[in-house]
């Protein structure tokens, strides 16, 4: 062999890294899947990770929606609030006034008032039951009833009549469609049945606005929110700056911005710890289980690693091969988390909680993971490239 | 035909595969520190079946690891088929054991996930043969040394001789010029030990590799073409200067 066949050699195996790359991917692969033990070790620190952390998102985001679905499904554009309002939950008082200031405003197609007061109903054989009534316009029906599971919206034009939510129909006292009940010390029947309508406090009972006013004792010129729909073609931005000018003792605030405030605020104050907290503990818990697991799988295999150098595989072959087997970590316990997620969440999703695994959770998921997976394998990553070749002769 | 014999010495017009002169290996540092080679001055020529013998701790792994481009020499010259491989850079000299080198370790070293077939493609595909080729190749090695129905099976599967074949025939794959082997008999019986020597013998004589082996098996030296001895860091037999 001369210099020419040398350099011949030597340029022929620094081209073929396409090749190269395909045989260490399937090597990374089989290697993975070669010691059973260590690889279902290892996905099952990926799902663990990913069912503790998407169904504490899901019930978040669960919890998150109870607490803005009035605002989403009320039908309102915009709302009149009282100052310094943080959520769509019983609160100060407003005069009517406002509901005409509104209507007089220019760019408005409806404004209608919602009246909103916890009160409750007894029970038949004693006690009661706390419930937060709301009185809707029966002319817009801004505010409500949605889900209905019984029962005609009509119905609520009956002076006496209420929707109640179909979820608590034995709490209340085993209540039926045209049941005859006491809340406030009114008598009361049922008029039809909501579903799935318990924010964090007291479920959701609708009214029409002047029975509502009776049975919790609120005064015809008073209101807890005016809702608002703007007029086909109307400028928001000018509407909300005209109703602000008008109305300067009341906030007025979008639905996509109130629905914000809503959430933000219960994240900062009250959920965000509580859930983050223990979303990240999920994830730390995976990260860790994934890290020691491929570390660990390295320090079994680091003479097969150390003759891979040998036989003149590169740090940069190694690093693919470890990045291939943590992609694949990434993807096959994400794909079984999801999976036990999306059973846990049917199983567990009721009235009272809903669990929602959004469609960008369910995409961002196995992006975290592969992430996380990557970030666990620097450990290993680091002994395989310090690893010398020279050990393969000791 | 080489251009050396047992004798020792080797034949002045021949052409170089290895060429080391005044290597030194240091390992430690300060007051730890342990020289393993100290100036060591070796040929081999091209086609030339070596087998460099010493006790423990001679240092002849340590000369095998450099000349196997695993290891970097603390100073002197080593060129392999002319191309000095002393001064090149770290991260350059993975390329050159896939160019020149093939290695057959003392543990056999397969991978055990691997099929044979598959630790033979492994190092054909490393050096960049297509999947396709490099089966074919595999397969017509792992028959040439006697293990064509043993093809699938995971070195966990095969005795130890049979491992040995197949670390023989990852060795050669892809014809190496350069062959180094490291005790390739310590894990056999004294007959497979010498059925493995011999197999290794042929199948690089076919391809015309240079084999360098390390070993202390008195039983294969018959062998060798030639002999060299290592003691405390030194060669015993001193290669004669070639121009």
Redesign the interface.
């Known amino acids: 062999m001369n210099a020419p066949d040398v350099q011949a050699r030597l340029r022929a195996a620094r081209g073929g890294r396409l090749t190269r790359g395909f045989a260490t991917t399937i090597l990374a692969v089989r290697m993975m899947l070669f010691d059973k033990a260590k690889f279902i070790g290892t996905v099952l620190g990926v799902v663990f990770a990913v069912v503790l952390a998407n169904q504490q998102l899901g019930i978040l985001f669960g919890l998150l929606q109870k607490n803005t679905m009035l605002v989403d499904n009320a039908g309102a554009d915009l709302w009149i609030v009282p100052p310094n309002t943080t959520s769509a939950a019983p609160g100060q008082r407003m005069s009517t006034q406002l509901l005409y200031q509104a209507q007089q405003t220019p760019g408005i197609a409806r404004a209608s008032a919602l009246v909103m007061a916890g009160t409750s109903i007894a029970k038949p054989g004693g006690g009661s039951e706390a419930i937060t009534l709301i009185g809707v316009d029966l002319e817009t029906m801004l505010g409500g009833p949605w889900n209905i599971v019984a029962g005609d919206r009509a119905n609520l034009r009956h002076v006496d009549t209420l929707f109640f939510e179909d979820a608590q129909r034995d709490k209340f006292g085993g209540i039926n469609l045209w049941s005859v009940r006491e809340v406030g010390g009114y008598r009361v029947r049922v008029g039809g049945f909501t579903w799935g309508l318990q924010p964090f406090g007291p479920p959701y009972t609708f009214a029409s606005l002047d029975t509502a006013r009776t049975l919790v004792g609120m005064p015809t010129d008073q209101l807890n929110f005016v809702l608002v729909t703007l007029a086909p073609g109307a400028d928001r931005a000018a509407v909300i700056a005209a109703l602000r000018t008008a109305i300067p003792t009341a906030d007025v605030i979008s639905r996509e911005d109130f629905h914000s405030l809503i959430v933000r605020n219960l994240l900062k104050d009250q959920l965000g710890v509580s859930f983050g907290t223990s979303t990240s503990f999920g994830l730390i818990i995976g990260f860790i289980i994934v890290a020691l697991s491929m570390f660990s799988s390295v320090i079994d295999n680091l003479r097969e690693f150390g003759t891979l150098k040998a036989i003149g595989l590169t740090n940069l072959d190694l690093t693919r091969m470890l990045m291939v087997q943590s992609v694949l970590y990434a993807a096959i316990g994400s794909l079984i988390g999801l999976g036990l997620v999306g059973f846990m969440a049917a199983g567990i999703s009721s009235a009272n909680l809903a669990v929602i695994v959004p469609h960008w959770l369910v995409l961002l998921t196995p992006c975290v993971m592969t992430g996380l997976c990557m970030l666990a394998s620097l450990l290993a990553l680091r002994r395989v490239r310090k690893l010398e070749p020279g050990m393969v002769f000791r | 035909m080489s251009a050396t014999n047992t004798a020792g010495a080797i034949d002045p017009s021949a ?1 170089l ?1 290895v060429r080391a002169r005044g290597v030194r290996k240091v390992f430690g540092s300060g007051a730890l520190a342990y020289e393993a080679l100290r100036g060591v001055d070796f040929d081999v020529a ?1 086609g030339e079946f070596m087998m460099l013998v010493g006790p423990s701790g001679s240092g002849k ?1 340590t000369l ?2 450099i000349l ?1 481009c ?2 970097t020499a603390t100073a002197g010259e080593v060129s ?4 000095r491989i002393d001064t090149r850079k770290e ?1 350059d000299l ?8 093939g ?1 057959v ?3 056999h ?1 397969l ?4 099929s044979a077939v ?1 630790n033979v ?3 054909l ?7 396709r080729q ?1 089966r074919a190749e595999a397969e017509e090695l792992l028959a040439r040394v006697g293990l064509a129905d043993k093809r699938w099976n995971r070195p966990g599967e095969l005795s130890g001789g049979q491992r040995q074949r197949v670390a023989i025939a ?1 060795a050669v794959a892809g014809a190496p ?1 350069l062959v180094l082997a ?1 005790e390739p008999t310590a894990a056999l019986d004294a007959h497979a030990g010498l059925e493995a020597t011999e197999l290794l013998l042929e199948v690089c004589r076919e391809r ?1 590799s240079t084999v360098v082996v390390v070993t202390h098996d008195n039983r294969i030296y018959h062998l060798a073409d030639r002999i060299v001895h290592i003691e405390d860091g030194h060669i015993i037999d001193a290669p004669q200067e070639t121009p």
């Open positions: 052409t595969a091209q792994t095998l690891s196997g695993v290891l392999l088929f002319g191309e991260r993975p390329l050159i054991r896939r160019a020149l080198v290695f370790f003392q543990g070293n991978i055990a996930s691997l598959d493609r492994l190092v595909e490393a050096r960049g043969t297509p999947r490099s990852r010029p490291d015309g």
